[in-house]
């Protein structure tokens, strides 16, 4: 099948991980953003994901031949963005 | 229809360790999952590998097989499991926490194992973020550090090796007995498989598996959350509690001198520093269903715990936060056993907040049941027969 994504390319940022990487993971069992995260850490840097997911879908479709929605996303869990101790302690909402 | 000589519900902790340890014994096993592999609490937990943390006698000796096992499984595996041997501290705030951490630690050393009082003194030299004005603390040299969902990945990987058939995306809806009781074949959404040997690892979820062949299996989910910070320098060189984690768990009544935001959450630090850098730092002991919500108000009461003991957390970012529920089990030990009016059902459940760490033990255990050879050491006290003819109210120890 002709891939558009080169083995070697950078999906996330944040983690530093390729796309071949995330073919191995998709290779040992998994089958949607969670699964993909959990085996490689794609999103599980500063940005979350929010960046590299829904990149991480596309391949997970051209590999398991599935649609975006089955491929899913990651769950979202606060906080929206980076925050402090400092300031979460004091009680600020971001 | 396939046939099994086990069957194993559950791809989490002790699902996939027993299932490693039967298909290494030569079995022919299936692990069954109903949804991906490690993701039930074994993805939503911290990864202490303790023999600490736990009350003196079978809960302390189960701690050390299993901490010693990760030792040689990691020599074995080609799948990194992250284990590192760092080092376990409880730190103590008050003098009245020293002296009922140094009654434990006693307790302990008596039972062979190494725990021990250190100052004020040490305990910054170990941890050099520590707040410097905390009265000291206990010292675990053995204790350790591993990736949960890897550990149950690398059993999957390497289990493999040994012909385990791994099916996710398999729910267990019911399982069939023969007029005798025994088990006679496991039933998912997809399909029917024959075998006469099933565990039930199904943690907190163990109960509905028990149900379908009658049984009330005590086990209720135990909630916690956590904070994970950006990547930076390591921040907690060794794995860290406070004593109240410990005195929280097992004494309901006992009080600390903390904020009525703490309080109320049952908040206690608990912090370490991954392999990848982030530092996660919880946590709290709640009876709230199965509800795994992250509450704002325990986000704000763990961070305030935090800096308490770790005041460079101060300016540090928290990028997440995650809930779990850990499988409680009413008189705080696991169930590591057969079910004799079931024959051919086992359970393996029931860890709370161990269950990272007492993995490798469970599953060795149940294996060697299945075959019938002789256990690693003497698990009664683990057996499902302790709750038959008891007031099962007498036997609860449960607080908040
Ligand atoms: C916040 C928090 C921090 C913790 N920190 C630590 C720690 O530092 N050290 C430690 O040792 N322990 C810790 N624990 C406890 C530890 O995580 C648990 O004891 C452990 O995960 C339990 O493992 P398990 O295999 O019994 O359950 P799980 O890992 O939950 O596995 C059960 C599996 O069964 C599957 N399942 C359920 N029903 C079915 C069905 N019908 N059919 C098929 N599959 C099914 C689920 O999907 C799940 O994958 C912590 C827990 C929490 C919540």
């Known amino acids: 099948m002709d891939s558009k994504f080169d083995d070697d390319m950078l999906v996330c940022r944040c983690e530093e991980v390729t796309v071949g990487e995330i073919k191995e993971a998709i290779a040992q069992g998994a089958r949607d953003v969670v699964g993909v995260k959990r085996r490689t850490r794609a999103g599980m840097g500063l940005c979350q994901g929010r960046t590299c997911e829904k990149m991480v879908q596309q391949i997970l479709c051209q590999e398991l031949g599935i649609s975006p929605e089955e491929a899913g996303c990651s769950s979202i869990r606060p906080p929206a963005r980076p925050i402090t101790f400092g300031t979460l302690a004091g009680g600020m909402k971001e | ?400």
């Not at chain 2, 206690?268 to 709290?284: F, K």
């Not at chain 2, 935090?306 to 101060?314: E, Q, S, T, V």
């Not at chain 2, 359970?347 to 709370?352: D, S």
Request: aromatic fraction near 10%; hydrophobic fraction near 40%; proline fraction near 3%.
């Open chain 2, 1 to 400: 229809m396939k046939y099994y000589d086990a069957i194993v519900i559950g791809g989490g902790l002790q699902g996939t360790s027993t299932a490693y340890f039967l298909a290494k014994k030569g079995l022919r096993v299936a692990l069954l999952e109903r949804d991906d592999i490690a993701s039930g609490t074994a993805s939503h937990t911290d990864g202490a590998t303790l023999i600490s943390d736990k009350q003196p006698g079978i809960d302390v000796l189960q701690g050390y097989h299993s901490v010693e096992l990760y030792r040689k499984l990691v020599k074995e595996f080609s799948y990194d499991i992250e284990f590192e041997s760092c080092g376990f501290m409880y730190v103590c705030e008050t003098d009245q926490e020293m002296e009922a951490a140094a009654d434990y630690a006693a307790k302990v050393s008596a039972q062979g194992f190494d725990m021990r009082v250190i100052d004020q003194k040490e305990m910054c030299e170990r941890e050099r973020y520590l707040a410097k004005d905390l009265k000291g603390g206990l010292w675990t040299e053995s204790d350790g550090l591993v990736n949960p969902y890897k550990v149950c990945l690398g059993f999957v990987e390497e289990g493999r090796k040994y012909g385990l058939d791994v099916y996710t995306h398999h729910e267990v809806t019911g399982i069939r007995l023969n007029k005798k009781n025994q088990v006679e074949a496991v039933i998912t959404d997809r399909e029917t498989f024959l075998t006469d040997k099933v565990v039930n690892a199904c943690g907190v979820w163990a109960p509905a598996i028990g149900n379908m062949v009658g049984l009330d299996i005590p086990i209720e989910p135990r909630k916690g959350i956590l904070l994970v910070t950006e990547k930076s320098e390591t921040i907690a060189h060794t794995e860290v509690l406070e004593f109240g984690y410990w005195l929280a768990k097992f004494f309901a009544d006992f009080k600390r001198p903390v904020s009525e935001l703490v309080e109320r959450h049952n908040v206690c630090l608990n912090i370490e520093t991954t392999h990848s850098g982030n530092t996660i730092v919880g946590g709290c002991r709640l009876f709230r269903g199965y509800d795994i919500k992250v509450e704002y108000e325990i986000m704000q009461a763990i961070a305030e715990r935090a800096i308490r003991f770790f005041p460079i957390l101060k300016d540090m970012n928290c990028i997440r936060s995650f809930g779990g529920i850990r499988p409680f089990c009413l008189d705080h030990l696991p169930i590591v056993s057969g079910v004799e009016e079931v024959p051919g059902f086992y359970i393996a459940a029931g860890h709370e907040g161990d269950g990272v760490a007492l993995a490798p033990i469970t599953g060795l255990l149940i294996s060697q049941m299945i075959t019938g050879e002789k256990t690693e050491f003497d698990a009664t006290e683990l057996a499902w027969s302790r709750f038959k003819n008891v007031d099962r109210k007498k036997l609860a120890a449960h607080g908040n």
